[in-house]
């Protein structure tokens, strides 16, 4: 079954926290991404991993920073996380031809 | 820049009636593909179609198709026959790189389409 998995659905952190999204697929992609969404906005493409250890900056990456072990696997992680990063947060993975996407964590920092 | 441009930021439509949804965008590329999404009300995002640029045919998937207008540089969704669940956000997506990879997809701001019962 074709799938990307994102945890956890829903985060709740205080300002100046640490944050990790975690997102997994199993069709041994090698391009994964993190998107996030925001209203009115679409989806703003925050970093983008083409393997392991081979990721490079999106459009808004400030604040952000990934991690790519196994090819399986990317991590999105917000270092002391800011109350402007509440958003809904996409990992994805593509074929050539098409780009299979997570449910999306709600993060809430307050 | 804005790369991907959807000026309609809503849309209604009635039961039964095609429904058209506009998208533009810029590139220098040559070759480029072009993606539909739709966004569900819980926020999955659904594959509806792709068009590459190489492709001077209208792609059709079911009820779905598209109008690429490539010396316009704009490609229009066009859904038939719409049906209330057919209502959500849809989303044009840009994808500049050829070769083996899809490379950076640049969305759009969305289309929210409401088809009326």
């Known amino acids: 079954d074709m799938k990307v998995t994102q945890m956890p659905r829903y985060l709740i952190k205080r300002m100046g926290e640490n944050v990790l999204l975690e997102c997994g697929q199993d069709?041994?992609?090698?391009?994964m991404y993190w998107y996030r969404q925001d209203p009115g906005l679409g989806l703003q493409l925050i970093y983008i991993?083409?393997?392991?250890?081979?990721?490079s900056e999106g459009d808004i990456p400030k604040g952000y920073r990934v991690s790519r072990k196994k090819r399986e696997h990317f991590s999105l992680i917000l270092d002391s996380a800011k109350t402007n990063q509440t958003s809904v947060y996409f990992c994805?993975?593509?074929?050539?031809?098409?780009?299979?996407f997570g449910k999306g964590t709600r993060l809430t920092v307050v | 820049a804005q790369r991907v441009t959807q000026v309609q930021p809503t849309g209604s439509s009635q039961w039964g009636e095609e429904v058209t949804l506009d998208c533009s965008y810029e590139?220098?590329?040559?070759?480029?593909?072009i993606f539909w999404y739709r966004q569900l009300f819980s926020g999955e995002m659904v594959f509806l179609i792709y068009?590459?640029?190489?492709?001077?045919q209208n792609q059709r998937s079911g009820r779905y198709s598209v109008v690429f207008q490539k010396s316009f540089k704009s490609i229009s969704l066009v859904i038939s026959a719409s049906q209330p669940e057919d209502s959500g956000t849809y989303f044009c997506?840009?994808?500049?790189?050829?070769?083996?990879?899809?490379?950076?997809?640049?969305f759009g701001a969305g289309t929210q389409l409401i088809v009326i019962p």
């Open positions: 997506a840009l994808s500049e790189r050829g070769g083996s990879a899809l490379g950076r997809l640049h």
């Open positions: 991993s083409y393997d392991v250890d081979s990721n």
């Open positions: 994805a993975s593509s074929s050539l031809t098409e780009v299979f």
């Open positions: 069709m041994s992609h090698e391009t």
């Open positions: 590139t220098s590329e040559y070759f480029y593909r």
């Open positions: 068009q590459p640029s190489f492709d001077t």
